[in-house]
């Protein structure tokens, strides 16, 4: 059973910082990408950030780069997303994605980040 796990959302004031954790089960982790996606309300979900299978390749949103960093833990099966000098316009609902191209895409349930003051 593919599990995806999001933890670490919350409110936190404008220049703050979270970190999102995303704990995986039920698929071998390392031979898969690993994504975070966010979805404001109104608005569709957007990638924010990727990392490859082997953590050798990023790639980030151009609004968040600078500001976000995305890691992964093979050894725990674990992804986080380091973020920092958060923005009201960061406010949304941030989804854990793995996928394999032509194999599967799974997707967690989604934390809320909230950045107001």
């Known amino acids: 059973q593919v599990q995806l796990v999001e933890s670490g959302g919350g409110l936190v004031q404008p220049g703050g910082s979270l970190r999102l954790s995303c704990a995986t089960s039920?698929?071998?982790?390392?031979?898969?990408?690993m994504r975070w996606y966010r979805q404001a309300p109104g608005k569709e979900r957007e990638l924010v950030a990727h990392?490859?299978?082997?953590?050798?390749?990023?790639s980030y949103l151009s609004s968040v780069k600078g500001r976000f960093t995305i890691s992964r833990d093979n050894a725990k099966n674990m992804v986080y997303l380091q973020m920092n000098s958060l923005k009201p316009e960061d406010t949304a609902v941030y989804y854990c994605?793995?996928?394999?191209?032509?194999?599967?895409?799974?997707w967690g349930q989604g934390t809320q980040v909230t950045v107001s003051s």
């Open positions: 994605c793995a996928l394999r191209i032509g194999v599967a895409t799974y």
């Open positions: 039920g698929f071998t982790f390392s031979n898969y990408a």
């Open positions: 990392v490859a299978w082997a953590s050798s390749s990023t």
